[in-house]
């Protein structure tokens, strides 16, 4: 059941270069919140091209997390984050009482970056 948590052994984990190298920036804290705000800002920028960005900075984020507890939280902040940037866009165009005012659209689009960038950070229990 252990190993559902990310808690495997160090063998598993350390196989060759990309194994190791993560191992590095998840036991180095400067080095953990570098990949973690670089991850953010790849995910925001592909995000900005396609929903898959969500995807992909969840996986970002999550794979810089010391265990998958803290890589579901990251994916969570991440599609926060997203979110907060998509309504900081609208309301710097004045949109923002009549986005607010879109009741299940609404949800959607908080919904779809939160679930996916959380969905995203599951490859963490994975790698």
Known sequence: MSGLLGDR???SRDAGPFGSALA???????ARWAALVGGAAVG???????WYGFLLGGALVGLSSKDLKRALAAGVGFGLLAWA?????????GGLVRYAE???LLYLSVGIPVGLST???LLRGAV
């Not at 590095?24 to 400067?30: H, K, L, V, W, Y």
């Not at 925001?44 to 396609?50: D, F, M, N, P």
């Open 9 to 11: 052994g160090a063998g």
């Open 24 to 30: 590095e920036i998840r036991g180095d804290r400067r």
């Open 44 to 50: 925001l920028a592909a995000a900005w091209l396609h």
């Open 85 to 93: 940037v998509f309504a900081g866009l609208v309301a710097a165009n």
């Open 102 to 104: 879109m009741g299940r």
């Open 119 to 121: 969905l995203g950070s």
